[in-house]
């Protein structure tokens, strides 16, 4: 009884580890590839006043995942932005985007960000919305923030579907 007391805790110290070994190396991918030539478009911008950012609640999401949480931060000037995101995927070697269903639309507003504030929002990855079903691999989600009354830029946000 004692040896297969000891045969299962032994085996459940090695899955424990075997899992743990297999986030860490998921985590290190997805470093590398958020520092790649891959990745075209920041996460961040700062530039003279502007200092803006988005983050994701998360980096790794179950296949199963509805929405991603994401969060625009500004410790620089107002910025200004709109309901409109979009998703891309990367296969083959880049980004392709992931096209909304033709019946979709974004509600059109602008929202102002003042300066040490945050604006969360979420990006549906939904069957309804999306006309393609998602899969295992590399997403990233983009946003347009105007940073002047003339001037735009794009952040994304990198995140795994396992």
């Given at each position: 009884m004692m040896k297969k007391g000891i045969t299962l805790l032994l085996l459940i110290v090695l899955f424990i580890s075997a899992c743990g070994n297999e986030v860490k190396n998921n985590y290190k991918t997805l470093k590398t590839f958020n520092h790649s030539k891959h990745n075209n478009i920041p996460s961040s911008f700062k530039e003279g006043?502007?200092?803006?950012?988005?983050?994701?609640?998360?980096?790794?999401?179950?296949v199963k995942t509805k929405k991603i949480e994401?969060?625009?931060?500004?410790?620089?000037?107002?910025?200004?932005?709109?309901?409109?995101?979009?998703?891309?995927?990367?296969?083959?070697?880049?980004?392709r985007k992931v096209p909304f269903k033709e019946n979709i639309g974004f509600t059109a507003i602008g929202i102002m960000l003042k300066?040490?504030?945050s604006y969360p929002f979420s990006a549906s990855l939904e069957k309804d919305?999306?006309?393609?079903?998602?899969?295992?691999?590399f997403y990233r989600v983009i946003k347009e923030?105007?940073?002047?009354?003339?001037?735009?830029?794009?952040?994304?946000?990198i995140f795994q579907i396992q």
């Open positions: 006043n502007v200092d803006v950012e988005m983050q994701l609640k998360k980096v790794f999401y179950d994401l969060l625009l931060k500004n410790n620089g000037e107002q910025v200004e932005f709109g309901t409109p995101y979009e998703i891309e995927t990367f296969q083959d070697g880049s980004w300066k040490g504030k919305i999306l006309k393609y079903k998602i899969k295992p691999g923030i105007y940073i002047t009354k003339d001037k735009k830029i794009k952040l994304a946000s």
